[in-house]
């Protein structure tokens, strides 16, 4: 006949001098397990049993059972001296034995409570998502030290649900095994994690199928620090437009000409516009989506409307030149409420040309000279021989740029004399790709022997 005592948190842990926490007493038995059951508390050093112990609970057709009891470690204890109890069974639980347990008594780095979430966002998954083949999940992560560094091992940790959302969730330990069911604790409903071996507090959030939400957890260890928001909210997004009457305009990309973004000489974002929309709120998430895949990170309102005029994304999004590319946005509130964009269809060309071609183009030389033999046409590549004689000029000129302007107001082909000129430089090899813009310069005011005519060279 076998009979066996064990606890969530086990003998060896490291529990906070100070703290209180919740502890399930698990009795597993091969024979059914009597619902009078229950045990008692003694020989307890250190720490005290809060309130009264609850019934059993019985489950496994009542061959298993659990007595969930809430205990507090003294406060006036210190670093590692011993905390233990006795677990002894009542008259009703007969054939278990006596279980000892025992625990160190540690302090804790509050800081190093703050959990970190894996991602931004999870997509809604349209079918069931659970592990281990469930895809849409994030991990977290905290590693919790004392105050001297050192990893606490087994130190129960409170998670807890203070926007009553948990249900919205599954969250399982870090076995990807153990479903953690939320309890009430406290003024919150919410879950322990025990840290591992090394410190570690793991555990793993899974998406639900068909439902948005927003999603903030919190740790605390009870009676030492207050809630601890994680590191960022989780947000749980679907960008399928469902609701007409959630509906947003569609972004401006301010820098677009007639559909087309040309790439900004030495910057790396665009700017975009979101419309002021229905409801915008301080605290609101806009995720935006190119061709249907969503970017990293997403932004945080802080200052609405301002804030809308103004949202920086990165060139690097756009995974093709010269490709028609459809971006939309999902605005996420706080209550999980979502509003869909329409998309905005935009191409990013690969070069900036002159504007709208309305003067003659510059001429290139070869860093040997501005004679018409060192002359380099549009159909010739630049190389290291073009460029040898940098080190033989002053200025370790690689190339010359010759700009001719005119002082015939009926030429419109040319530069007027007088104009400030800013030369635009765009490298583009296997190896590296390079926009640089340089000083600006200024055309001669009068003209050259020509009467007519000047240059500029640089």
Same mark, same amino acid.
């Given at each position: 006949?076998?009979?066996?005592?064990?606890?969530?948190?086990?003998?060896?842990?490291?529990?906070? +001098? &100070?703290?209180?926490?919740?502890?399930?007493?698990?009795?597993?038995?091969? $024979?059914?397990?009597?619902?009078?059951?229950?045990?008692?508390?003694?020989?307890?050093?250190?720490?005290?049993?809060?309130?009264?112990?609850? %019934?059993?609970?019985?489950?496994?057709?009542?061959?298993?059972?659990?007595?969930?009891?809430?205990?507090?470690?003294?406060?006036? +204890?210190?670093?590692?001296?011993?905390?233990?109890?006795?677990?002894?069974?009542?008259?009703? !639980?007969?054939?278990?034995?006596?279980?000892?347990?025992?625990?160190?008594?540690?302090?804790?780095?509050?800081?190093?409570?703050?959990?970190?979430?894996?991602?931004?966002?999870?997509?809604?998954?349209?079918?069931?998502?659970?592990?281990?083949?469930?895809?849409?999940?994030?991990?977290?992560?905290?590693?919790?030290?004392?105050?001297?560094?050192?990893?606490?091992?087994? /130190?129960?940790?409170?998670?807890?649900?203070?926007?009553?959302?948990?249900?919205?969730?599954?969250?399982? #330990?870090?076995?990807?095994?153990?479903?953690?069911? @939320?309890?009430?604790?406290?003024?919150?409903?919410?879950?322990?994690?025990? !840290?591992?071996?090394?410190?570690?507090?793991?555990?793993?959030?899974?998406?639900?199928?068909?439902?948005?939400?927003?999603?903030?957890?919190?740790?605390?260890?009870?009676?030492?620090?207050?809630?601890?928001?994680?590191?960022?909210?989780?947000?749980?997004?679907?960008?399928?437009?469902?609701?007409?009457?959630?509906?947003?305009?569609? *972004?401006?990309?301010?820098?677009?000409?007639?559909?087309?973004?040309?790439?900004? @000489?030495?910057? !790396?974002?665009?700017?975009?516009?979101?419309?002021?929309?229905?409801?915008?709120?301080?605290?609101?998430?806009?995720?935006?989506?190119?061709?249907?895949?969503?970017?990293? @990170? %997403?932004?945080?309102?802080?200052?609405? *409307?301002?804030?809308?005029?103004?949202?920086?994304? %990165?060139?690097?999004?756009?995974? $093709?030149?010269?490709? =028609?590319?459809?971006?939309?946005?999902?605005?996420?509130?706080?209550?999980?409420?979502?509003?869909?964009?329409?998309?905005?269809?935009?191409?990013?060309?690969?070069?900036? =040309?002159?504007?709208?071609?309305?003067?003659?183009?510059?001429?290139?030389?070869?860093?040997?000279?501005?004679?018409?033999?060192?002359?380099?046409?549009?159909?010739?590549?630049?190389?290291?021989?073009? +460029?040898?004689?940098?080190?033989?000029?002053?200025?370790?000129? &690689?190339?010359?740029?010759?700009?001719?302007? /005119?002082?015939?107001?009926?030429?419109?082909?040319?530069? @007027?004399?007088?104009?400030?000129? /800013?030369?635009?430089?765009?490298?583009?090899?296997?190896?590296?790709?390079?926009?640089?813009?340089?000083?600006?310069?200024?055309?001669?005011?009068? #003209?050259?022997?020509?009467?007519?005519?000047?240059?500029?060279?640089?």
């Amino acid at each position: 006949m076998s009979k066996k005592i064990s606890t969530s948190v086990e003998s060896g842990a490291n529990v906070i +001098i &100070g703290q209180t926490f919740f502890l399930d007493i698990i009795l597993n038995s091969d $024979e059914n397990i009597s619902s009078e059951a229950s045990v008692k508390i003694t020989k307890n050093n250190n720490i005290d049993l809060q309130g009264d112990i609850p %019934p059993i609970k019985l489950s496994e057709d009542g061959n298993k059972g659990v007595i969930s009891v809430e205990l507090y470690v003294y406060d006036d +204890i210190t670093e590692n001296e011993s905390v233990y109890f006795t677990i002894e069974p009542d008259s009703n !639980t007969e054939g278990f034995p006596d279980y000892k347990v025992e625990y160190t008594a540690q302090t804790v780095d509050e800081s190093s409570l703050r959990i970190k979430i894996g991602t931004d966002y999870l997509k809604v998954p349209d079918h069931s998502n659970f592990p281990p083949h469930g895809r849409y999940f994030s991990p977290t992560l905290a590693i919790v030290k004392s105050k001297n560094g050192t990893p606490l091992s087994g /130190t129960p940790i409170s998670i807890l649900d203070i926007d009553g959302v948990f249900d919205s969730f599954n969250f399982y #330990a870090a076995d990807k095994k153990t479903k953690l069911e @939320p309890i009430l604790m406290g003024n919150y409903r919410g879950f322990t994690v025990n !840290t591992d071996s090394s410190g570690k507090l793991v555990s793993y959030i899974y998406a639900i199928e068909n439902k948005s939400a927003v999603l903030n957890i919190h740790s605390e260890i009870m009676g030492i620090t207050g809630s601890i928001s994680a590191d960022k909210t989780l947000y749980v997004i679907d960008d399928r437009r469902v609701d007409p009457f959630h509906e947003a305009y569609p *972004p401006i990309i301010n820098d677009a000409v007639n559909g087309v973004l040309h790439p900004t @000489p030495g910057a !790396t974002t665009f700017s975009v516009t979101v419309p002021l929309y229905h409801d915008a709120a301080n605290g609101d998430a806009i995720f935006f989506f190119f061709d249907g895949l969503m970017i990293d @990170p %997403p932004f945080h309102m802080v200052n609405i *409307p301002d804030q809308l005029q103004n949202l920086q994304l %990165p060139y690097s999004n756009f995974l $093709e030149k010269n490709k =028609p590319v459809k971006i939309h946005y999902v605005i996420i509130k706080e209550s999980a409420d979502r509003y869909v964009s329409d998309s905005t269809v935009v191409t990013y060309s690969a070069y900036d =040309p002159p504007t709208d071609n309305v003067y003659e183009k510059c001429e290139v030389y070869s860093s040997i000279g501005t004679n018409q033999n060192d002359l380099i046409s549009e159909s010739d590549i630049v190389n290291c021989r073009i +460029i040898s004689h940098y080190k033989n000029n002053s200025g370790h000129d &690689g190339l010359f740029v010759k700009i001719t302007g /005119t002082n015939d107001s009926n030429d419109k082909t040319k530069i @007027p004399l007088g104009s400030e000129v /800013t030369l635009h430089l765009h490298i583009r090899s296997k190896q590296k790709r390079l926009d640089k813009s340089f000083v600006p310069v200024t055309m001669p005011n009068t #003209a050259g022997d020509d009467g007519i005519t000047n240059k500029v060279i640089s």
